[in-house]
């Protein structure tokens, strides 16, 4: 599933692929946004972690999860 946060006063937003499900996504930056965090923390599909800092978040955009795709169609 893909996740894209925009960080305020910068063009370009973080995006990267989550194993996570959407609803967990949406409990950690819920959670991050209303506690005491500094920091939102998540995971992406390959073991890294991505924080950003509670402050500079403009939004969070979580997808769907992706079905398995198959042959080179663009649709």
């Known amino acids: 599933m893909e996740v894209r946060i925009g960080v305020r ?14 609803e967990e996504v949406q409990a950690l930056v819920t959670a991050a946004l209303e506690g005491n965090d500094q920091t939102l923390t998540l995971a992406d599909e390959k073991g890294r972690t991505v924080v950003v800092p509670v402050q500079a978040i403009g939004y969070v955009e979580i997808g769907a999860p992706e079905k398995g795709r198959v042959g080179f169609g663009t649709r």
């Open 9 to 22: 006063e910068v063009a370009r937003e973080v995006t990267f692929e989550s194993a996570q499900s959407p």
